[in-house]
């Protein structure tokens, strides 16, 4: 069973920073102005602090109308002037999932900034992006970035978490309550929300359709912010189809 790369890996005062941008964060597709110098010195750094095995971030300028194509029904992304390529090696163990979590982390940087930004693994020219690639890696998605254009719309549609949950969250202690709640408040292909949640004992399961991919990353993430400093362990389970979360001095499995 593999060990979980990202456990202890980031700051508590990063992790405390990025909860409390996560209710303030919003998918972002129309800008007015690129970050500033000291705005980008500092998502430069995350990048560089945020690459976890198989992943790498790296920040460039752009044209958003040769970078990004249309879609039916979807909303444009406008005026975009740089982005953030979210780069993985599928030769490494759980890359997309790494991925996930890295590209949030740096979405969550945007976000304390004042800036906006939005995930973006579909509607892009992979032709379009200018950064060297190595071996078997690929670009998992692109991250426009920038100041927010005045006047867009700032709400998320979500959920409710019993709707994301296998048994009542009503009942589960409440770290667990607050891990899965902000995971239920991450961003995800097209809103699928594919998490599913269970408690069993003293321990949370994170699963659902697909499991693995940058969906996930996100949701752990998040969850991994919620869960502040307080001592906790992260575990693959034995099936290797979910993840399993408890406090330290706990050892149940599901």
Aim: with cysteine.
């Amino acid at each position: 069973m593999s060990t979980c790369a990202w456990e202890g890996f980031f700051s508590s005062a990063q992790r405390k920073r990025w909860q409390e941008a996560i209710p303030r964060r919003y998918s972002c597709r129309s800008f007015s102005a690129p970050a500033d110098m000291a705005q980008r010195s500092a998502l430069d750094y995350t990048a560089a602090r945020a690459g976890l095995p198989g992943v790498r971030l790296v920040l460039a300028d752009c044209d958003f109308n040769r970078l990004f194509f249309p879609i039916p029904f979807g909303p444009r992304i406008e005026y975009a002037s740089q982005y953030a390529a979210v780069i993985l090696n599928p030769d490494v163990e759980h890359a997309a999932l790494h991925a996930g979590i890295a590209g949030q982390a740096l979405v969550l940087e945007m976000t304390s900034l004042g800036l906006g930004s939005c995930w973006v693994s579909g509607n892009f020219r992979r032709s379009a992006v200018d950064i060297p690639l190595t071996g078997r890696e690929k670009v998992a998605a692109v991250i426009p970035y920038g100041h927010p254009a005045p006047n867009i719309p700032t709400d998320r549609k979500r959920k409710p978490l019993k709707d994301l949950c296998l048994d009542d969250p009503a009942d589960w202690p409440n770290w667990a309550f607050q891990a899965a709640e902000a995971a239920r408040q991450a961003p995800s292909a097209i809103n699928t929300q594919p998490w599913r949640f269970s408690f069993s004992g003293n321990t949370l399961r994170l699963s659902g359709r697909g499991f693995g991919g940058l969906n996930y990353g996100i949701a752990v993430l998040h969850m991994v912010c919620a869960m502040g400093d307080a001592p906790h362990r992260w575990r693959w389970s034995a099936d290797g189809k979910g993840l399993l979360i408890n406090l330290k001095d706990e050892h149940d499995i599901i």
